[in-house]
């Protein structure tokens, strides 16, 4: 069975960035550096997903792909 990979959307306004994903419906996480953000969203995927493993996909608002900063798979 193939799982749905997790889509995150990544923006940065006023000095700092903020997270949102259709698969992670009630979660919200901001930080100043895009990392923290990134942590965050790695861990509420571990904690939703712990019984599979998921792909993260990371893009800014523009739809870029962000470079990994951590390993990016939901299970850990």
């Known amino acids: 069975m ?3 990979p997790v889509e995150v959307t990544y923006h940065r306004e006023a000095g700092t960035w903020w997270a949102e994903s259709d698969q992670l419906p009630g979660f919200s996480a901001w930080a100043e550096e895009l990392d923290s953000v990134q942590a965050f969203v790695l861990a509420e995927c ?5 019984a599979a493993e998921r792909q993260l996909i ?5 739809g870029a792909l962000l470079p990994a ?3 990016r798979s939901s299970a850990g």
């Open 58 to 62: 990371e893009r800014d608002e523009s």
């Open 2 to 4: 193939t799982l749905q």
């Open 46 to 50: 571990r904690s939703r997903f712990a």
């Open 69 to 71: 900063a951590m390993p």
